[in-house]
């Protein structure tokens, strides 16, 4: 089942989102390979806690809108949030985010002063640390071999990248395995994958922020599994010391999906991080 119930018309295009709740704003903005189901363990706790809590799958993911002719960069979906934002009357939210997500909330940190009140950065992509060499390589050699895989052949490739996202394998098998490949599981969701994820996989978004990531004006709290495959705990540690009075929590156990390998320690991280001034 969906976590999301609603759609907003957008610049043209159509995000699916959940908002509930009335108190201080929260949105929360997932990564890649994923969509909003990512935060299903997260987001009723901090409803319940008093917040209103904004959760939406990004353009070309999820249950939102698959323009297969549309920028889906880590760019284009910043200016996204800020218009989702608008269209729906949110004012200086926390936002919450993970991997390219975590990229957006930079984005938004460093490009947009005043817009967000706090930033979590939750096993984000940061500098060069993305994509992966082997990306690279598909990216500029073979992304259009790899987007005429089969489906069999396609499922098996999401299946061994989903594994590598959690530090306890046994945790992204079965119904949870399934729900993350279900966006994928037909011809547009493959098709969509390659077009507006891998061919979007730029690091140049998070590397023009480097110089300026000390402009950071807001709190921010970086939390980070120490088992992360994808992201090393290093780049937690560089981040730490660029942005000021950014605080890092490093979680034993837990890999690139903290949310899926700890919910209840990333649950009490986000809840303590909105007590806080």
Same mark, same amino acid.
């Given at each position: ?91 200086? #939210? ?24 706090? &930033? ?94 000390? $402009? ?27 942005? #000021?009075?950014?605080? &890092? ?10 949310? $899926?390998?700890?919910?209840?320690? &990333? ?11």
């Amino acid at each position: 089942m969906s976590l999301l119930d609603r759609n907003a018309l957008v610049d043209g295009v159509r995000l699916a989102y959940r908002d509930r709740g009335e108190g201080e704003p929260v949105v929360f903005v997932h990564g890649t390979p994923s969509y909003s189901h990512e935060w299903r363990h997260v987001v009723p706790a901090v409803e319940a806690a008093g917040h209103r809590v904004i959760t939406y799958d990004l353009l070309g993911y999820g249950d939102s809108e698959r323009p297969l002719a549309r920028d889906t960069s880590v760019g284009a979906q910043t200016d996204l949030l800020l218009a989702l934002l608008d269209e729906l009357g949110v004012e200086h #939210p926390t936002l919450i985010t993970h991997d390219i997500g975590g990229a957006i909330g930079q984005r938004v940190a460093v490009l947009h002063p005043g817009t967000a009140r706090r &930033l979590m950065l939750i096993d984000t992509v940061s500098y060069d640390s993305w994509p992966s060499q082997t990306w690279q390589e598909i990216i500029r050699t073979r992304l259009d071999s790899y987007a005429s895989m089969s489906a069999d052949e396609f499922e098996a490739m999401m299946t061994r990248q989903l594994t590598m996202t959690v530090a306890d394998e046994s945790v992204m098998t079965g119904d949870e395995l399934r729900a993350f490949l279900a966006p994928h599981r037909t011809a547009l969701g493959r098709t969509s994958f390659f077009e507006h994820q891998v061919r979007h996989y730029d690091s140049r978004w998070t590397e023009e922020l480097t110089d300026r990531l000390g $402009e950071v004006a807001i709190p921010v709290r970086i939390v980070w599994g120490r088992a992360d495959r994808w992201q090393p705990v290093a780049y937690a540690e560089r981040l730490a010391e660029d942005i #000021p009075g950014a605080s &890092l929590v490093v979680v034993d156990g837990a890999g690139h999906f903290l949310m $899926e390998d700890d919910p209840a320690r &990333l649950t009490r991280e986000v809840l303590d991080f909105l007590a806080g001034p």
